[in-house]
């Protein structure tokens, strides 16, 4: 069974990065599973697609996120990373790693891991 692991600080402190590192374990990355993408969802609001690193390396990344978005993958770790940049307290969410065979959705989550911006 595949699992995916969210790991990274749980708290930060305002204008700074936030970096996430998303283990794939019980498989591989590999091009059966082109789209691997972080998700968050904030306290009280729905989930937020954030963008994802296809198995070539390719990026996508939400419109209004962009700026301050960036994720890699390392196949040889079976690794993907998010970082978030110049964060503010309305980026505290739980932020999920997800993997997407196809644009159709996804088959498996991690658990999620909190994050809190806050002074």
């Known amino acids: 069974q595949v699992q995916l692991q969210e790991s990274g600080p749980g708290l930060v402190k305002p204008s700074q990065t936030v970096s996430l590192t998303c283990t794939v374990s019980?498989?591989?990355?590999?091009?059966?599973?082109?789209?691997w993408t972080w998700i968050r969802q904030p306290p009280g609001k729905g989930l937020e697609w954030m963008g994802a690193v296809a198995w070539s390396g390719t990026t996508f990344y939400s419109p209004s996120l962009k700026s301050r978005t960036s994720i890699s993958r390392d196949l040889s770790k079976n690794q993907f990373t998010l970082q978030l940049s110049s964060v503010t307290p309305e980026d505290t969410a739980v932020y999920y790693c997800?993997?997407?065979?196809?644009?159709?959705?996804?088959?498996?989550w991690g658990q999620g891991t909190q994050v809190t911006v806050s002074s």
């Open positions: 019980g498989g591989s990355m590999s091009a059966n599973t082109p789209y």
């Open positions: 997800a993997r997407a065979p196809s644009r159709a959705g996804y088959d498996y």
